[in-house]
């Protein structure tokens, strides 16, 4: 197997260099058990944002800064080289965990295929050329007497699409037009006999299908590959890895209370109001009403609690105030308070248990009785509707919201609600409860001079 090296043209030697890789074999590196997963989380963070633009329905420029911006805070590494080997090793892992199911390929394919058009349209036009011919792309230039003879066909596509005349020594490639369906549909290309002719700054159109097809096939052989064999081989090491890569939450550690420090339990019913995301208020509205929660419910509002900064002796006594119409004080210290305590590390192994991510609430099945999990992929339509009027979301947001929804897109559909609410913007997205609270009291501190 092979690394691809770079191709950027270096002044000294006149060899044309570029570091976009197209990834045709896994390199033959010794990879560190750690590094296979850090390296695979970082690429993970630049597809999962690339996700959330699209989602967001970013336009094709403001996608090209994203593309730099999260390439840049993730994979960068001020050797080349070892930023060539981190994109290689890093793509290879994310093609062992994503290519396990059809739904996980899909997404995989489409958030590759993306990182890599912006990448590629990033590279020189001699860059360009140079990738194209090492990937062995079959297209070879128009020649000068080929390109006389269309020259003036060429310039009434160009001139539809307002764009100047092709030079003289502009490039065109020759290749079959099935082959850059997204340019025939936009009618941006000249086609005869079957071909399209493809003007240099149209190139990656070409290149990207070739890439797509490439990666597509390869999954699908990897997943033979991972159902035949490495998931057995790698039991006890790799195939643990990378069956939580998929699910693992990529943000920061709300364990401890972060910048807006103690919240004391005479505050709690306000910053409900103010600050909760609906899983939380969903879970405080319930508690107060049925003076009880399951066992998930309690876990997903008591840790998320610890994590905006309710004490532990806090904790015990907002739980034994809101169980004491059902709950006897004696039964509430046999049967709750030590889950309690444990989740503050102060029972059983004392590990510090931390607030659930989105992720995580959003991949639970509540059952009958329960109230935990995320409230735009479990409520009904109309519980849903109900619950963001109650938050004070204005009509039309509540149909921004819902489009969302029904796209499974859970994340941006709280991160809809949150502008909504706070009129203001959230560009990172939302990722975690604990973020929502923490971002929300931000808004308000900004507008009030004071939280809460
Ligand atoms: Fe809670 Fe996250 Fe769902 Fe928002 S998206 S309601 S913060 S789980």
Not at 46 to 74: F, Q, T
Not at 245 to 272: H, N
């Amino acid at each position: 197997m092979e690394v691809f090296q770079s191709h950027r043209k270096s002044s000294s030697n006149n060899v044309i260099v570029s570091i976009l890789p197209f990834y045709r074999s896994a390199p033959p590196l010794e990879v560190r058990l750690e590094d296979f997963e850090f390296f695979a989380m970082d690429r993970l963070r630049v597809l999962k944002g690339i996700s959330d633009g699209l989602c967001r329905g970013k336009k094709p420029e403001e996608m090209e800064k994203l593309v730099v911006d999260l390439w840049k805070a993730n994979m960068r590494h001020p050797q080349a080289v070892e930023e060539v080997n981190k994109d290689i090793i890093s793509h290879f892992v994310l093609r062992l965990v994503y290519c396990r199911t059809e739904e996980l390929r899909k997404w995989f394919l489409s958030m590759e295929t993306t990182l890599f058009r912006h990448r590629f349209r990033l590279e020189s036009s001699e860059a360009q050329r140079a990738l194209m011919s090492e990937f062995k792309l079959p297209y070879k230039a128009v020649s000068n007497a080929e390109f006389e003879s269309v020259k003036d066909k060429l310039g009434q596509v160009a001139r539809s699409m307002g764009q100047n005349l092709p030079a003289a020594d502009a490039i065109f490639y020759k290749v079959p037009f099935e082959e850059v369906p997204d340019l025939v549909s936009g009618r941006r290309v000249f086609i005869h006999k079957g071909h399209a002719y493809v003007a240099m700054n149209q190139v990656v159109s070409l290149v990207v299908t070739q890439f797509r097809s490439y990666i597509s096939k390869a999954l699908i052989l990897t997943n033979r590959k991972w159902t035949s064999t490495i998931r057995e081989q790698e039991k006890d090491r790799l195939t643990p890895i990378v069956e939580a890569l998929c699910t693992s939450y990529l943000g920061p550690d709300y364990s401890q209370p972060q910048e807006f420090g103690e919240i004391s339990i005479k505050d709690i019913d306000q910053v409900a109001k103010t600050s909760f995301p609906l899983c939380m208020r969903h879970l405080f509205e319930k508690v107060k009403e049925d003076h009880h929660l399951k066992h998930g419910g309690r876990m997903q509002l008591g840790l998320f609690l610890k994590g905006v900064g309710l004490k532990l002796d806090d904790a015990l006594a907002f739980w034994k105030a809101e169980f004491a119409p059902k709950v006897s004080a004696e039964r509430f210290d046999k049967e709750y308070a030590y889950n309690i305590r444990h989740n503050y590390g102060r029972e059983g192994k004392r590990t510090d248990y931390t607030p659930y991510s989105c992720q995580k609430i959003i991949s639970v099945t509540p059952g009958i009785g329960d109230h935990h999990g995320c409230p735009y992929r479990h409520f009904s339509e109309e519980n849903l509707r109900a619950a963001l009027v109650r938050m004070g979301v204005s009509s039309r947001a509540v149909e921004d919201v819902m489009d969302k929804v029904h796209n499974r897109h859970y994340q941006l559909a709280c991160t809809l609600t949150f502008e909504a609410v706070h009129g203001s913007s959230c560009d990172a997205g939302i990722n975690h409860p604990n973020q929502y609270f923490i971002d929300s009291q931000r808004v308000l501190q900004s507008k009030n001079g004071s939280v809460a």
